[in-house]
């Protein structure tokens, strides 16, 4: 299910950082669905990542990927 919605959150997290809630109340999907696509995203894509603080998981499209792999 998570495949379903890869597309409008990769753009989500193109635009700002999000988090799985943030995803999950805009798309009317549930938190567990929202985390596993978004897990699944900054495996799968370099340019994803993110960061776990506590209990909040952080995701973010990182803008020069291609200049740190040159460099």
Known sequence: MPDRYKDQIYKMVA?????PSEVANNLGISYKTAQKALLELAATRE????????RIHLFWCRKNVE?????
Do not use: I, R
């Open 15 to 19: 635009k700002q950082p999000v988090t």
């Open 67 to 71: 200049n740190k792999q040159q460099g």
């Open 47 to 54: 340019d994803v990542a993110y960061k776990k603080s506590g």
